[in-house]
């Protein structure tokens, strides 16, 4: 199918200048955590602005294609990436005990975030098929539950509970969406009480005492607890104003473990302060509400379950990762969207962006 080029001209600008922003903001903010590193490899903002790069080529390139197309490719895909989930149990590239990846030679692919979006375009697809006027029986949800249990154990194998939990949050919410009766909200929310007191003893070691680090951070102040004690004392050291650019001590001294992933707010809260959060804060908002709105304004059913599937995706990185970092959830390792350091965090998003950007450019040609 050829591109229509009077498409440009409804392309979300305002979205894509939003999200060059955050990345802007990510990228400065990992040049100041990073600046006391000497290392003769390529410098950590740099890599990510690279990447950035070329998650922008990504989402134009994601932009050509009507996303129509994806829903007959939606289920393929999923059985795909659920075959590049087992080859990762069977052949996997294990680092730090944790066997994730893929080895492609040079790259290392994860499929477990590949995952995140395949899930959004397979629920997108069942649920736009999938109506009903009193929402969705117990029953109906079977098929849902099954194509989002299979891929959330699998990654819960390698280990990996944060990735797990962020897909089956990203699903969950997608179901809540399209509406579940009542009955069946009460089965699930019982089935749910039940699992999250047996799954305790489903929990590998470093798992049970992340969680139990959560609920007492100075049981274990220089082991287990050290990041998230660090972490609260340079988000609650920023104070109103923060310290300035470059001048934050827990990241200058190098107190703040994983200041460029996992805990890159807390280096931002400390040289920014509250009022530095707020702005960050709410061009994330920015983001969550735009996604939205592309959901209600989409031309059918399928554009609108991708955009809320993908708003709900950034949502819930957002959620979880500042939880992790103020103390308020436990460390699970979920990348802030567009502020961490990561390749594969960074085209994961840029993929969900180019899917909103695709679906609200399209809402005119129905």
């Given at each position: 199918?050829?591109?229509?080029?009077?498409?440009?001209?409804?392309?979300?600008?305002?979205?894509?200048?939003?999200?060059?922003?955050?990345?802007?903001?990510?990228?400065?903010?990992?040049?100041?955590?990073?600046?006391?590193?000497?290392?003769?490899?390529?410098?950590?903002?740099?890599?990510?602005?690279y990447?950035?790069?070329?998650?922008?080529?990504?989402?134009?390139?994601?932009?050509?294609?009507?996303?129509?197309?994806?829903?007959?490719?939606?289920?393929?895909?999923?059985?795909?990436?659920?075959?590049?989930?087992?080859?990762?149990?069977?052949?996997?590239?294990?680092?730090?005990?944790?066997?994730?990846?893929?080895?492609?030679?040079?790259?290392?692919?994860?499929?477990?975030?590949?995952?995140?979006?395949?899930?959004?375009?397979?629920?997108?697809?069942?649920?736009?098929?999938?109506?009903?006027?009193?929402?969705?029986?117990?029953?109906?949800?079977?098929?849902?539950?099954?194509?989002?249990?299979?891929?959330?154990?699998?990654?819960?194998?390698?280990?990996?509970?944060?990735?797990?939990?962020?897909?089956?949050?990203?699903?969950?919410s997608?179901?809540?969406?399209?509406?579940?009766?009542?009955?069946?909200?009460?089965?699930?929310?019982?089935?749910?009480?039940?699992?999250?007191?047996?799954?305790?003893?489903?929990?590998?070691?470093?798992?049970?005492?992340?969680?139990?680090?959560?609920l007492?951070?100075?049981?274990?102040?220089?082991?287990?607890?050290?990041?998230?004690?660090?972490?609260?004392?340079?988000?609650?050291?920023?104070?109103?104003?923060?310290?300035?650019?470059?001048?934050?001590?827990?990241?200058?001294?190098?107190?703040?473990?994983?200041?460029?992933?996992?805990?890159?707010?807390?280096?931002?809260?400390?040289?920014?302060?509250?009022?530095?959060?707020?702005?960050?804060l709410?061009?994330?908002?920015?983001?969550?509400?735009?996604?939205?709105?592309?959901?209600?304004?989409?031309?059918?059913?399928?554009?609108?379950?991708?955009?809320?599937?993908?708003?709900?995706?950034?949502?819930?990185?957002?959620?979880?990762?500042?939880?992790?970092?103020?103390?308020?959830?436990?460390?699970?390792?979920?990348?802030?969207?567009l502020?961490?350091?990561?390749?594969?965090?960074?085209?994961?998003?840029?993929?969900?962006?180019?899917?909103?950007?695709?679906?609200?450019m399209?809402?005119?040609t129905?």
């Amino acid at each position: 199918m050829m591109f229509d080029r009077r498409l440009i001209t409804h392309l979300n600008w305002p979205l894509l200048l939003l999200v060059c922003l955050l990345a802007g903001l990510g990228i400065a903010n990992l040049y100041s955590a990073t600046s006391s590193w000497t290392t003769a490899a390529l410098p950590v903002y740099l890599k990510q602005t690279y990447w950035l790069g070329l998650g922008l080529m990504i989402a134009v390139i994601i932009c050509l294609v009507d996303y129509r197309h994806l829903e007959y490719l939606s289920f393929p895909l999923y059985a795909t990436t659920l075959g590049l989930l087992l080859l990762v149990l069977v052949a996997g590239k294990t680092t730090m005990g944790a066997t994730r990846w893929i080895n492609l030679g040079g790259f290392n692919l994860q499929p477990s975030e590949i995952m995140k979006i395949v899930i959004i375009l397979a629920f997108a697809r069942y649920f736009s098929e999938k109506a009903h006027v009193r929402g969705l029986s117990l029953k109906e949800l079977a098929i849902p539950g099954l194509l989002l249990g299979v891929p959330a154990g699998l990654i819960m194998k390698q280990p990996d509970l944060g990735t797990a939990l962020l897909v089956i949050f990203i699903g969950g919410s997608m179901a809540l969406f399209a509406g579940i009766r009542r009955s069946a909200m009460i089965w699930l929310g019982s089935g749910g009480a039940f699992a999250m007191a047996g799954g305790w003893f489903f929990l590998h070691d470093y798992q049970k005492r992340r969680i139990l680090t959560f609920l007492n951070p100075e049981r274990d102040p220089l082991g287990a607890g050290y990041h998230i004690i660090q972490s609260k004392i340079a988000v609650g050291s920023g104070g109103i104003r923060g310290f300035g650019f470059m001048k934050g001590t827990q990241s200058q001294l190098s107190f703040l473990p994983e200041r460029h992933t996992d805990f890159a707010f807390s280096v931002f809260a400390e040289e920014w302060g509250f009022l530095g959060c707020l702005l960050l804060l709410f061009l994330y908002l920015l983001v969550v509400l735009w996604g939205l709105y592309i959901a209600q304004k989409a031309g059918d059913r399928f554009g609108m379950f991708i955009a809320f599937g993908v708003t709900a995706m950034l949502f819930w990185h957002i959620v979880v990762n500042l939880g992790m970092v103020i103390g308020l959830l436990p460390v699970v390792g979920a990348p802030l969207p567009l502020f961490s350091y990561g390749g594969t965090s960074m085209i994961t998003t840029m993929i969900g962006i180019g899917l909103l950007l695709n679906v609200s450019m399209r809402r005119f040609t129905f």
